[in-house]
């Protein structure tokens, strides 16, 4: 382990840091600003939107795989930087001006990472090559532009596509070895499933002593994991909504999930702050509480709204 410290501190100290000075050298407001969606396209908000636009609107079966694939990945990555604790680049060096806000640690890139999970299984789903050229620059330009905007060296980058593609492999291996298992699933079984996701994403969080930042960026997916898990089992069994309609219930099916899902996201916000003194276990909670519920609004109850509201039909069971 200290080998490998070692060589990324000598990668960091060196061609990492001259690669991400030389994109500085090249770097005007233009290309910065070229560069910017990019940034935002790896935003919370950006996720909510484009997570539920695919799974109430789109292709529901695809949706649900996103969401899961996601919010682990989202998870794991978080995880992986209370880890390694590396810094970002204009940490080791003053040389190097960002030209975005960035608090956390570096290693692995998290906008690479979420980018190139969404877009694999986006490819894999829509299977044609127009989709894939898109997607496959979207992967690629996501991570050239953390080192543009000289917040990722380019190692962080590199880990955050190798982890991306790994991830989605492996999920969807796994996912194909347990379906008949997940359709033959009780409820304890699922309550245990969700059970030890939580333990699993609450303890390894705080076994890293993760920093503020890092207590938010690995409870905020894994809290709204812990809520889809049981949201999904729910929708599957006793809502079974059809993603299909016509493009009036759909834009309509859209407005109302959105904006009630922001509803619970922030309505609840002022509800637990009368129990929130602000210390770092009464912050985790409440966030882990604050999007357990959004999981589980997004997955189950919009869904089960929409049936009710005949926004959408139900599937034959």
Not at 5 to 27: C, K, P, T
Not at 58 to 76: E, N, P, Q
Not at 158 to 177: F, P
């Amino acid at each position: 382990m200290q080998t490998i410290a070692n060589i990324i501190i000598a990668v960091e100290h060196g061609i990492g840091l001259d690669i991400i000075l030389w994109f500085q050298s090249w770097r005007t407001d233009l290309i910065s600003g070229l560069f910017m969606p990019f940034a935002w396209m790896g935003t919370e908000a950006f996720f909510l939107m484009l997570l539920t636009l695919v799974y109430w609107v789109i292709h529901k079966d695809t949706g649900r795989r996103l969401m899961v694939y996601f919010l682990f990945s989202a998870w794991f990555n978080a995880f992986a930087k209370e880890v390694f604790k590396r810094p970002r680049p204009f940490v080791v060096s003053d040389r190097v001006k960002p030209a975005l806000a960035a608090a956390e640690y570096g290693l692995p890139s998290g906008h690479t990472q979420a980018g190139t999970v969404i877009g694999s299984v986006i490819i894999r789903e829509a299977g044609k090559p127009w989709v894939t050229v898109l997607l496959v620059l979207y992967i690629l330009l996501t991570g050239v532009s953390r080192m543009v905007h000289g917040v990722h060296f380019p190692q962080d980058v590199l880990l955050g596509w190798i982890l991306g593609i790994l991830i989605v492999v492996s999920l969807y291996r796994l996912e194909a070895r347990l379906a008949r298992f997940l359709a033959g699933m009780h409820w304890g079984t699922m309550l245990a499933i969700t059970l030890g996701t939580a333990a699993a994403v609450i303890g390894l969080t705080f076994l890293t002593h993760p920093t503020p930042a890092g207590v938010v960026g690995a409870l905020t997916p894994g809290a709204a994991l812990i809520g889809v898990i049981p949201g999904l089992f729910l929708e599957s069994r006793y809502i079974r909504f059809s993603s299909r309609g016509s493009l009036g219930k759909k834009c309509l099916r859209y407005a109302v999930g959105i904006a009630t899902a922001l509803l619970f996201k922030e309505g609840l916000k002022p509800l637990l702050a009368v129990v929130n003194d602000h210390s770092l276990f009464m912050d985790a909670s409440v966030r882990i509480v604050r999007y357990a519920v959004l999981g589980l609004w997004l997955s189950a109850g919009a869904p089960w709204l929409f049936t009710r509201l005949r926004l959408a039909e139900r599937e034959s069971a």
